[in-house]
């Protein structure tokens, strides 16, 4: 009985033995069962972040994709919409090339587009012996245009004082055999105003003057006895000028009828202002190109001009006409043997007309220099 008892015994023991193990599996079995589902949500809160954090960044490069083109296309529009020159410095182009093909590759160069009708201002000359432009030099350009060449009467006498005797000049001189030709003023004048001025209020041209749209000015610089030196300013205020208009600028709008004995600098900002009524009428429609050749220090309104010293330059041409005579100013300055006409212009006090010019509005005196020469 003592045996069996004691093996009841042990077989009880191993019994509770197995219960409880049992029961401590049953315990810590839901601990392993929540630790998964944790490791679960640990996952896929890690995969979120994962996912966020990648469309997050693929957001922004996307933006600043966007805004790196959008900056582009900014910055290339600007580009496109830029002026030829930096900051909207005006553009003189220049040739060496003294010929009928070196002034159209100057025409050329401005890519101007005239409207209309076209006329083409230039000095006839005064007889026997001036520096003019020639016919053979400018027939080429002024019949590409179908352009009508344009001049008005002088105020001082001489042969281009009255109108039957300056069309006789311009066809003793060639011009009528390659163009029409017209005297602006032989009907009278016609008033400009004159914006900003501190000398004149109004200005006198040609009474034709109105009758064409577009100016093709074509000046021959040279020195000058009352200027101190000739070019584009020049062309569109004295050439353009009646004969009563030339007398106003001389006297700085104090008579229309005795251009001289006014006062030097006030004559030469009566031109500036002239100029700039001219250039204010026409707009974009006028453009400008001065012949640096037959340097004399005298004007083409002298018919017997002093033989210049000096060598020829070029041909230039600018939308600007401050910009233009400047230029032409400063490589006559810069010439060896420049100095006769350097000394006609000093003498006059001719830079102040290009000082009131810009001061005024007319132009600027930077530029920009281009050969086209290659």
Not at 81 to 107: C, D, F, N, S
Request: aromatic share 6%.
């Amino acid at each position: 009985m003592k045996r069996w008892y004691a093996v009841l015994m042990i077989v009880g023991l191993l019994f509770s033995l197995c219960a409880c193990t049992q029961e401590e599996g049953s315990a810590q079995s839901p601990p392993s069962v929540q630790s998964a589902q944790q490791q679960q949500e640990q996952t896929q809160q890690q995969e979120q972040q994962t996912a966020d954090t990648e469309t997050t960044q693929q957001e922004q490069q996307t933006a600043d994709t966007e805004t790196t083109q959008q900056e582009q296309q900014t910055a290339d529009t600007e580009t496109t919409q830029q002026p030829e020159a930096a900051q909207g410095t005006p553009v003189v182009y220049m040739t060496r090339e003294i010929t009928p093909e070196g002034l159209m590759a100057m025409y050329q160069a401005l890519q101007w587009e005239p409207q209309g009708r076209v006329a083409v201002k230039l000095s006839t000359g005064e007889p026997p012996a001036s520096n003019y432009l020639r016919p053979e030099l400018i027939a080429g350009l002024v019949q590409s245009l179908d352009g009508t060449i344009v001049e008005c009467n002088t105020a001082y006498g001489g042969s281009r004082a009255e109108t039957a005797m300056h069309y006789q000049v311009a066809e003793d001189h060639g011009f009528t055999a390659i163009a029409d030709f017209k005297i602006l003023d032989e009907e009278g004048s016609m008033t400009l105003p004159v914006q900003g001025g501190t000398r004149l209020s109004e200005n006198y041209v040609g009474a034709a003057f109105e009758d064409y749209d577009s100016y093709l000015v074509l000046s021959h610089f040279k020195g000058h006895s009352m200027a101190g030196y000739g070019g584009a300013i020049k062309n569109i205020s004295i050439g353009l000028g009646s004969s009563e208009g030339k007398a106003w600028i001389h006297s700085a709008g104090s008579s229309r009828t005795n251009p001289w004995g006014g006062d030097q600098d006030a004559f030469l900002e009566s031109m500036a202002e002239a100029g700039k009524s001219v250039s204010d009428y026409l707009g974009d429609q006028i453009v400008y190109i001065n012949v640096m050749n037959r340097l004399s220090v005298d004007c083409d309104c002298d018919g017997n001009p002093a033989e210049p010293d000096m060598h020829d330059i070029g041909i230039l041409a600018s939308t600007d006409p401050v910009a233009l005579d400047q230029a032409c100013i400063d490589l006559v300055y810069s010439a060896e043997d420049g100095q006769s006409l350097v000394n006609r212009i000093e003498s006059r006090n001719g830079l102040h007309t290009l000082e009131h010019a810009q001061q005024i509005g007319l132009g600027s005196r930077s530029y920009e220099l281009v050969s086209i020469d290659g």
